[in-house]
């Protein structure tokens, strides 16, 4: 090898020392970007008939321990839906008011108790008469304030839902995007660690909003699964589609509420985790089913009282809730959010004394009862002792046990079912449905912690093993420095051998 030869090599090295100080700064610059997987190149020398050419880098590839990546993958949709899942929760639970506190449901029932027990007192008393009216009128606006509740978080999961499917749209377009740039450079022969960094991103951003693993393909491109063994689009012209929708009460998946679909394939079963999956989950499971209990437990307290002769909580119109079709529920679904004082009681306060309904009384029911006439007795204390014994009490007549609260074939479809068995009296009921509540949204606080730090944990040993290494860049650097500075030295001599040769050589051509 001549000195040309030993110029061009020393170049070769120098090439390759700029190229890695360039994967250097660009892992350093990254060493806080969330999904960045470390960039290296090997090296290999350059031969040529046997004689040595210098050094060539090969394509800049990346460290990534895939196994801990996928498991990642998996841990921030369930990470993500545990919190969209508490989130909803906690707000409901603080609707729902403290136990004993006063705000809570069993309390507002207790002030009807104590409002009608010192009425029981004073039957003629027209400010105890009003005492209970205004008492019922703040139970059934707490009942109200529960419901609206359930349908602002309900609807917050609805419009989750759109927000999620047109965030996945772009993420799989970005996905796509980068697949086919990773597949061009691929076929080229040339590095593809950056745009491959850049798609982990893009999939760890679809993987909080919907569960997903990835197949990487031979030429660069990747697979999209998701959870329910769909294959997501990346490449298509027809995303996922859905629409959005005001929800009431009664509306349900898939009969009132858009599917979401791809290629006009209903495939929202296929979408689960996330906040995708933890919102389709409120929507059409968790949050009908407390809507259904409260219903319930509105309709048994509307109609117990009605059963012994005090149409005391209605709809607006006075009406009482009653099953008007196949279902449980049908005709009463939603009704907590409707339940009010009966504006004819609201009008004549000492209605709450003498009743307003004529009861021919039953066997396996309430016993019979007469209202009290107009002039009637000022101290008329029959009805009053009718609802503190049975009307909120376990039977509803001596020796007859109230008719049992249904906590099954409940909801717009008969579908849904309480998860408790249901006490005989209102106040158990009012207890026990709010207690069993206040458990899940209690666990579903507890469940997003610990998602959380099994995540963090996940994300800490990736990038432990994936990440940059700030102390092995910096050392690598100075051995880059030391390796530039021995090449430019070579030449560097080389120049100098061929300005003495050529001083040597010019008196001779001269």
Not at 154 to 174: E, F, H, K, Y
């Given at each position: 090898?001549?000195?040309?030869?030993?110029l061009?090599?020393a170049?070769?090295?120098?090439?390759?020392?700029?190229t890695q100080?360039?994967?250097?700064?660009?892992?350093?610059?990254?060493?806080?970007?969330?999904?960045?997987?470390?960039?290296?190149?090997?090296?290999?020398?350059?031969?040529?008939?046997?004689?040595?050419?210098?050094?060539?880098?090969?394509?800049?590839?990346?460290l990534?321990?895939?196994?801990?990546?996928?498991?990642?993958?998996?841990?921030?949709?369930?990470?993500?839906?545990?919190?969209?899942?508490?989130?909803?929760l906690?707000?409901?639970?603080?609707v729902?008011?403290?136990?004993?506190?006063?705000?809570?449901?069993?309390?507002?029932?207790?002030?009807?108790?104590?409002?009608?027990?010192?009425?029981?007192?004073?039957?003629?008393?027209?400010a105890?008469?009003?005492?209970?009216?205004?008492?019922?009128?703040?139970?059934?606006?707490?009942?109200?304030?529960?419901?609206?509740?359930?349908?602002?978080?309900r609807?917050?999961?609805?419009?989750?839902?759109?927000?999620?499917?047109?965030?996945?749209?772009?993420?799989l377009?970005?996905?796509?995007?980068?697949?086919?740039?990773?597949?061009?450079?691929?076929?080229?022969?040339?590095?593809?660690?950056?745009?491959?960094?850049?798609?982990?991103?893009?999939?760890?951003s679809l993987?909080?909003?919907?569960?997903?693993?990835?197949?990487?393909?031979?030429?660069g491109?990747?697979?999209?699964?998701?959870?329910?063994?769909?294959?997501l689009?990346?490449?298509?012209?027809?995303?996922?589609?859905?629409?959005?929708?005001?929800?009431?009460?009664?509306?349900?998946?898939?009969?009132?509420?858009?599917?979401?679909?791809?290629?006009?394939?209903?495939?929202?079963?296929?979408?689960?985790?996330?906040?995708?999956?933890?919102?389709?989950?409120?929507?059409?499971?968790?949050?009908?089913?407390?809507?259904?209990?409260?219903?319930e437990?509105?309709?048994?307290?509307?109609n117990?009282?009605?059963?012994?002769?005090?149409?005391?909580?209605?709809?607006?119109?006075g009406?009482?809730?009653?099953?008007?079709?196949?279902?449980?529920?049908?005709?009463?679904?939603?009704?907590?959010?409707?339940?009010?004082v009966?504006?004819?009681?609201?009008?004549?306060?000492?209605?709450?004394?003498?009743?307003n309904?004529?009861?021919?009384?039953s066997p396996?029911?309430?016993?019979?009862?007469?209202?009290?006439?107009?002039?009637?007795?000022?101290?008329?204390g029959?009805?009053?002792?009718r609802?503190?014994?049975?009307?909120?009490?376990?039977?509803?007549q001596?020796?007859?046990?109230?008719?049992?609260?249904?906590?099954?074939?409940?909801?717009?479809?008969?579908?849904?079912?309480?998860?408790?068995?249901?006490?005989?009296?209102?106040?158990g009921?009012?207890?026990?449905?709010?207690?069993?509540?206040?458990?899940?949204?209690?666990?579903?606080?507890?469940?997003?912690?610990?998602?959380?730090?099994?995540?963090?944990?996940?994300?800490?040993?990736?990038?432990?093993?994936?990440?940059?290494?700030?102390?092995?860049?910096?050392?690598?650097?100075?051995?880059?420095?030391?390796?530039?500075?021995a090449?430019?030295?070579?030449?560097?001599?080389?120049?100098?051998?061929?300005t003495t040769?050529?001083?040597?050589?010019?008196?001779?051509?001269?």
């Amino acid at each position: 090898m001549g000195l040309d030869g030993a110029l061009a090599t020393a170049g070769t090295g120098i090439d390759a020392i700029q190229t890695q100080l360039a994967l250097i700064s660009q892992n350093v610059a990254n060493a806080g970007t969330p999904s960045y997987a470390t960039e290296v190149a090997a090296q290999e020398a350059v031969t040529a008939g046997g004689t040595g050419m210098g050094v060539r880098l090969l394509p800049a590839t990346r460290l990534v321990d895939t196994t801990l990546q996928a498991t990642l993958l998996g841990q921030n949709a369930s990470t993500a839906g545990a919190q969209t899942t508490a989130t909803a929760l906690s707000a409901i639970n603080a609707v729902q008011g403290t136990p004993g506190a006063g705000n809570d449901l069993p309390s507002l029932l207790a002030g009807v108790t104590t409002a009608f027990t010192t009425l029981a007192g004073d039957p003629s008393s027209a400010a105890s008469q009003q005492a209970v009216v205004t008492a019922a009128q703040t139970l059934a606006n707490g009942i109200n304030s529960i419901s609206q509740s359930y349908q602002q978080q309900r609807q917050t999961a609805q419009d989750g839902v759109v927000s999620a499917v047109a965030a996945i749209n772009t993420d799989l377009g970005t996905i796509g995007t980068l697949s086919d740039q990773i597949i061009n450079l691929k076929s080229l022969g040339q590095s593809t660690a950056d745009l491959e960094n850049q798609r982990d991103k893009a999939v760890a951003s679809l993987s909080s909003l919907v569960s997903v693993r990835t197949l990487a393909q031979p030429n660069g491109d990747m697979l999209v699964i998701a959870g329910g063994g769909l294959m997501l689009p990346t490449h298509a012209t027809n995303p996922l589609t859905t629409s959005g929708a005001q929800l009431g009460a009664a509306a349900t998946y898939p009969e009132s509420i858009p599917a979401i679909t791809l290629g006009g394939t209903d495939v929202t079963g296929a979408l689960t985790g996330g906040s995708l999956g933890a919102d389709l989950t409120l929507r059409d499971r968790t949050l009908p089913t407390y809507q259904a209990e409260l219903d319930e437990f509105s309709a048994q307290l509307s109609n117990r009282f009605a059963a012994q002769g005090l149409s005391l909580f209605t709809r607006g119109d006075g009406s009482l809730p009653a099953s008007t079709g196949p279902y449980t529920q049908s005709g009463y679904v939603g009704y907590a959010g409707q339940i009010t004082v009966n504006p004819a009681v609201a009008a004549s306060p000492s209605l709450v004394r003498d009743g307003n309904l004529a009861i021919a009384g039953s066997p396996t029911g309430a016993s019979a009862f007469t209202p009290n006439p107009a002039g009637g007795p000022a101290a008329f204390g029959t009805l009053i002792s009718r609802v503190l014994d049975y009307a909120l009490g376990s039977d509803a007549q001596a020796g007859v046990a109230q008719p049992a609260t249904p906590t099954t074939g409940l909801g717009p479809s008969g579908t849904l079912a309480a998860p408790y068995a249901a006490p005989p009296d209102l106040t158990g009921l009012a207890s026990t449905m709010i207690a069993s509540q206040s458990a899940d949204s209690a666990a579903a606080t507890a469940q997003a912690s610990s998602e959380a730090s099994v995540q963090t944990t996940l994300s800490s040993r990736l990038a432990s093993e994936d990440g940059v290494n700030m102390d092995q860049e910096l050392a690598a650097m100075t051995q880059l420095q030391n390796a530039y500075g021995a090449n430019a030295r070579v030449i560097s001599a080389v120049q100098s051998m061929f300005t003495t040769l050529l001083t040597a050589i010019t008196p001779v051509m001269g």
